[in-house]
């Protein structure tokens, strides 16, 4: 199964500031999803994100508050910018591992928290 | 999207079996079955999926109506270790989609 890599695994960020969050894959894969889990909820899709094109944003998310890059098959990058606590979350890269029947894998989780 | 619902929560004894019910009437023909749990503090982890026929792995079994409008998530023998949400989601047969979260059942396991 793919093995996932978030950096940073936690981090308390100012009000206004962004953050990037890393996203790494020990192998190549075309499909990776990001995720949000506010405090207490279930998980949210924020976007698709396809190497060689642009993300897909699900409804509530747009691209100037969350950017995302997939510069290639084994990496991604989510931004979650111009903070506010209500972005207090845990944000998850997932990915589809072809090799492995399409199952969908995660990895740990960043734990924001914007004071 | 298809629909499923789970209880919110269950609890159940250290060493005995569980079963987690999932209801999902509008399952489509195309559409797999598949579980996942999350642990506290940790993303979350693939626990097994099906289409039609009962499935078992290292980590449990699933049984499947004939029917396929609900299912059961079954472990064997709860640890305390299994202790977490689990999330009956249902995926369409082609993948290159995203998992969609409901809100899953939280397992309390009582030692």
Redesign the interface.
């Known amino acids: 199964?793919a093995v996932?890599s978030q950096k940073p695994s936690r981090d308390i960020c100012q009000r206004g500031t962004s953050l990037t969050i890393q996203c790494q894959v020990d192998s190549q894969v075309?499909?990776m999803?990001w995720?949000r889990q506010q405090p207490g909820q279930?998980?949210?899709?924020i976007a698709?994100a396809n190497q060689g094109s642009e993300a897909t944003y699900e409804s509530g998310f747009v691209i100037d508050k969350f950017p995302i890059s997939r510069p290639n098959l084994t990496f991604s990058t989510l931004t979650v910018s111009n903070m506010s606590p209500e972005d207090s979350s845990i944000y998850?890269c997932?990915v589809?591992d072809?090799g492995a029947g399409?199952?969908?894998?995660?990895?740990?989780?960043s734990w924001l928290t914007v004071v | 999207d298809a629909k499923t619902t789970q209880p919110n929560s269950m609890e159940s004894n250290e060493e005995e079996p569980v079963h987690l019910p999932c209801n999902h009437s509008t399952i489509s023909g195309t559409d797999y079955i598949h579980w996942y749990r999350q642990l506290p503090s940790?993303?979350?982890?693939?626990v097994i999926?099906g289409l039609t026929s009962n499935v078992n792995n290292r980590m449990a079994s699933l049984a499947i109506a004939e029917d396929r409008k609900s299912s059961t998530l079954i472990l064997h023998r709860a640890t305390l270790r299994d202790a977490a949400?689990y999330?009956c989601i249902l995926r369409g047969d082609s993948?290159?989609t995203?998992?969609?979260?409901?809100?899953?059942t939280r397992l309390s396991v009582i030692a």
Do not use: A, C, D, R
């Open positions: 199964s996932i075309t499909m999803f995720y279930s998980l949210t899709l698709t998850l997932s589809e072809t399409n199952t969908i894998y995660f990895g740990e989780g | 940790q993303g979350p982890e693939y999926h949400v999330y993948g290159n995203p998992l969609v979260f409901g809100k899953g």
